[in-house]
């Protein structure tokens, strides 16, 4: 999926970075305008320019976002009496009337137990990826310097000379915001789905 999305996530990212020369006409299909450029000038490896560091961070977020995730989630309910996937009868996790009032019977965790532990695991993943992300990013931005993992390391050592360990994450509080919301519903939805596949 990352290999086959590429190319149209690097054309937007040039788009967002690249502005239209002074006096120059916007063209009136960006998107296909910008394909055809990185084409010409880069040829078909071009538009896979720092792919090598976008398939290591997708493992990555992944196994990071799904393991804390689950950690927050025992967090929530250190006795482990909390059905893994099971869904909330409310907001705050109140018992269901339908469930024996014995404290140790199960109890789903609540939306919002399920939303904070989705938004946390969101905020960790991309926080342990961000400086690999900003590296991909300004070789995905720089259509002249040619894309390698020794180039990025070095890239990277060159951010931290520059500003230090912090200029790594660089912007890193933007990101959380767009990305802590989004996480938190994807989680929260992907126990929707999963509970309603297996019913």
């Known amino acids: 999926a990352q290999a086959v999305s590429y190319p149209l996530h690097l054309v937007r990212r040039r ?9 120059t006409p ?21 538009l896979y320019r720092g792919l090598a560091t976008a398939m290591f961070k997708g493992p990555v977020t992944v196994t990071v976002a799904f393991a804390v995730n689950d950690e927050c989630k025992r967090f929530f309910d250190p006795a482990g009496r909390y059905p893994q996937g099971a869904m909330s009868a409310g907001v705050f ?67 931290k000379a520059e500003g230090g360990v912090r200029a790594l994450w660089r912007g890193h509080a933007a990101t959380l915001l767009r990305v802590v919301p989004l996480s938190a519903t994807s989680f929260f939805s992907f126990g929707v789905y999963e509970k309603g596949l297996k019913e």
């Open 15 to 23: 788009l967002l970075v690249v502005s239209v020369m002074p006096g």
């Open 26 to 46: 916007e063209p009136r299909f960006p998107t296909w305008t910008m394909f055809k450029s990185i084409l010409a000038r880069d040829g078909m490896t071009g």
């Open 93 to 159: 996790g109140e018992v269901s009337q339908h469930l024996p009032e014995d404290t140790s019977a199960p109890r789903p965790l609540s939306v919002l137990e399920r939303l904070v532990a989705g938004g946390i695991a969101g905020a960790a993943a991309k926080t342990v990826i961000a400086p690999g992300d900003r590296v991909k990013i300004m070789f995905q931005a720089d259509h002249l310097g040619k894309f390698s993992l020794p180039k990025a390391f070095q890239r990277a050592m060159e951010i």
